[in-house]
């Protein structure tokens, strides 16, 4: 059975996790580091997590990966039980956060941050699926990519900067 699933992926350098945000708290000033996610299970978690790690921050499609954001053509309806049933199909074994929405009012902070330090063309907007993000291990975002951006190598080459 095929599933595109309109998704937001977090790549953690030695490990990979994968998660849509929602409901999150950020202190005034803060970096990456200072936001907090729902996991697909309802447990708050924070980025701190992944601190002193380079990430790579993306809104991806893909029929395996677990964090969908369902406003490109609302191609993931499905619950947060669905989709980790569906995920755990395929032996996932990263991280997994709850849907968010990356675009308009009800945006996640997260994804509002990142727009908001790394523009794009033609609008801060995430255009559809495979946005990505770099953030250094301060959780400075340093770089944005397109969604016909190739992660690798194109992505893969930067990520080692700042390793």
Not at 77 to 87: D, S, V
Not at 139 to 158: D, F, L
């Amino acid at each position: 059975m095929f599933r595109l699933a309109a998704q937001s992926l977090l790549a953690v350098s030695g490990g990979v996790c994968v998660g849509s945000f929602t409901p999150f708290v950020m202190a005034a000033g803060s970096s990456f580091y200072g936001f907090s996610a729902t996991d697909i299970d309802g447990n708050e978690v924070s980025m701190e997590k992944y601190k002193d790690r380079v990430c790579i921050v993306l809104n991806v499609a893909s029929n395996i990966l677990a964090f969908p954001c369902n406003q490109f053509g609302g191609q993931e309806p499905g619950t947060e039980a669905e989709i980790k049933t569906f995920a755990e199909g395929y032996g996932v074994k990263f991280d997994m956060f709850s849907k968010i929405k990356v675009n308009g009012n009800d945006a996640h902070p997260l994804w509002n941050f990142l727009k908001s330090k790394q523009g794009g063309t033609l609008g801060n907007f995430i255009k559809w699926n495979f946005t990505k993000f770099l953030v250094d291990k301060s959780g400075n975002p340093v770089a944005r990519y397109s969604p016909q951006t190739n992660p690798i190598p194109s992505i893969e080459k930067e990520l080692q900067k700042y390793l």
